[in-house]
């Protein structure tokens, strides 16, 4: 079967965790969109491991893991991840798309710069070069893996992508300008690099599938960073939708059969945007502090994390958006240390109370409507059954997964694998 694990809100919803539960029982896992702009952080017996374009099935002998034609694939960044995924004695099986594009240096360049430019109003970008990389896709100057192998047709691109880059970097930012030879000799290293993994990874799915393999699609950020259906422009550059994961992998949308959408039981994100539920000051850091296996700061950044209450309005539309047909709550073991807690209920603009999501400039108005919940209050890590779990965290999930509309399968209650409860629905 092909299964799906996509996130329902701003990414930082605890996927890694999920996706390598998942992986455990794949024979492929694929990555299908984004780069090396956010971080899958896992534990397991293996280690401590934060993947930014690994898959998540890097622990498992028996998988296969793929790097979409849908990803930003830096080299550099995914050879440097893969020596640190060796030197814990791990030994993946690893395919890269020949149809996937190269995240190249002036990438990363162009993005500082726009940023720089933008000051204030920046998009507090991670800087990965993910934004101008997705625009030389669509603006078809983009350099696909298999054209490192014809080096004719690779000069006659590089020629042209200097002539067009220059006059931005001349004109717009007034920095140092590009040169072919030198972005030729880089792309030769990366040919060098990447040849033992290049495949033609829509033949090998499309044989996988006809076999009944058990392929895991791998997406990242979530819902609300979704150019079309997110925050815009605060969003990131590819789809972190489930019906991008055809695309972004080759694979037919009709073969999806189950989408995992993840929630955290209250809200994070990294970066600028909307964020309705947001709390600050010494509420919002005790929060961070108390937040996942090493507080809420970014798996790529290191930033402290923008924290809030479980915001029903946007979960919801995040797992419609998904087409979930399960939901998994994370972090939930990290509210314990609270006396109440908040959950909102929906979002009040100009005077009138909505349940549905809006587009962003109504967002920019809007006002969280919160209801309180009593805190449980003590240590609910260590626990297997859901029934064990005090009242008042019952009471919590179920509210949530009403609101929802679609049911919690599974609750984490630590950031360790095995710290997960299933629920029987």
């Known amino acids: 079967m092909v299964r799906a694990i996509v996130g329902a809100n701003w990414g930082d919803e605890g996927?890694?965790?999920?996706t390598d539960m998942f992986a455990e029982q794949s024979d492929i896992v694929i990555r299908f969109q984004g780069g090396a702009n956010a971080g899958h952080t896992i534990i397991n017996e293996h280690g401590r491991f934060a993947l930014h374009l690994m898959p998540s099935g890097v622990c498992y002998d028996h998988t296969t893991c793929i790097i979409g034609n849908g990803v930003a694939l830096d080299i550099n960044k995914f050879i440097n991840e893969l020596e640190q995924v060796k030197k814990a004695g791990l030994n993946p099986h690893l395919l890269v798309s020949e149809r996937a594009q190269i995240?190249?240096?002036y990438h990363i360049l162009l993005d500082e710069y726009e940023e720089e430019r933008l000051g204030k109003n920046a998009f507090g970008s991670t800087k990965s070069g993910i934004a101008p990389f997705f625009s030389d896709k669509y603006s078809k100057i983009g350099i696909q893996v298999n054209e490192l192998f014809d080096e004719e047709v690779l000069r006659a691109k590089l020629k042209n992508i200097c002539t067009l880059k220059n006059l931005t970097l001349e004109h717009v930012y007034h920095k140092p300008l590009l040169d072919?030879?030198?972005l030729f000799a880089t792309c030769m290293e990366y040919k060098e690099?990447?040849?033992p993994y290049v495949c033609d990874t829509h033949t090998y799915l499309s044989n996988a599938i006809k076999e009944g393999k058990n392929i895991l699609l791998e997406g990242q950020l979530g819902t609300l960073k979704d150019p079309d259906f997110g925050i815009y422009p605060m969003v990131t550059s590819s789809s972190t939708l489930a019906g991008y994961g055809a695309v972004g992998a080759g694979i037919p949308p009709h073969k999806i059969e189950d989408i995992v959408v993840v929630t955290k039981a209250y809200s994070s994100a990294v970066g600028a945007g909307e964020f309705v539920s947001e709390i600050f000051g010494d509420e919002a850091q005790e929060l961070r502090i108390h937040g996942g296996d090493k507080g809420e700061f970014g798996a790529t950044t290191g930033r402290p994390r923008r924290v809030g209450w479980f915001d029903c309005v946007a979960?919801?539309?995040g797992i419609e958006c998904q087409g979930a047909t399960q939901v998994v709550m994370t972090a939930l073991d990290c509210l314990s240390y609270l006396e109440e807690i908040k959950v909102c209920v929906g979002y009040e603009i100009d005077g009138e109370v909505t349940k549905d999501f809006p587009t962003t400039p109504l967002l920019k108005k809007a006002k969280p409507v919160l209801k309180t919940f009593k805190g449980w209050h003590c240590d609910i890590r260590g626990i297997k059954n859901y029934d064990e779990l005090p009242q008042?965290?019952?009471?919590?999930?179920?509210?949530?997964?009403n609101e929802m509309g679609c049911n919690i399968t599974m609750v984490s209650n630590g950031p360790e694998r095995e710290a997960i409860i299933y629920r029987n629905k």
């Open 15 to 18: 996927k890694g965790k999920i």
């Open 103 to 105: 995240l190249m240096p």
């Open 180 to 182: 072919e030879d030198e």
């Open 193 to 195: 690099k990447i040849a």
């Open 315 to 317: 979960s919801r539309y």
């Open 392 to 401: 008042e965290t019952r009471d919590y999930v179920e509210f949530i997964e």
